[in-house]
Nanobody, 120 residues
Framework: QVQLVESGGDSVQAGGSLRLSCAAS????????MAWYRQAQGSQRELVAV???????NYADSVKGRFTISRDNAKNTVYLQMNALKPDDTAIYYC??????????????WGQGTLVTVSS
């Protein structure tokens, strides 16, 4: 059973930095595409950043140049380094894993979320 456990959420002031971590278990992590999503109160969940099994990355326009996604396959962990945080970054951040499932395509898993609050 795949489990994703996020950590690192906190309350910070605008301009500050945080690093989120997501530890995965029950999966062959190196084969998974990993992503961070976020959901602000009253809003839909949105993609923040993705890193493929090959290490390719992509970011939402709103976080480009401020956030960096990375992965450590030896530790089964994906990170999200968030710099120059803004109040608009306030949200619950979720870790997402897409696991190859052969002819079934991909299986998707979610963590429980970690809260990031940015005050002005």
């Amino acid at each position: 059973q795949v489990q994703l456990v996020e950590s690192g959420g906190d309350s910070v002031q605008a301009g500050g930095s945080l690093r989120l971590s997501c530890a995965a278990s029950g999966t062959i992590f190196s084969r998974d595409d990993m992503a961070w999503y976020r959901q602000a109160q009253g809003s839909q969940r949105e993609l923040v950043a993705v890193i493929t099994s090959d290490g390719l990355t992509n970011y939402a326009d709103s976080v480009k140049g401020r956030f960096t996604i990375s992965r450590d396959n030896a530790k089964n962990t994906v990170y999200l380094q968030m710099n120059a945080l803004k109040p608009d970054d306030t949200a619950i951040y979720y870790c997402n894993a897409e696991e190859p499932a052969g002819r079934f395509g991909k299986l998707e898993f979610w963590g429980q979320g970690t809260l990031v609050t940015v005050s002005s």
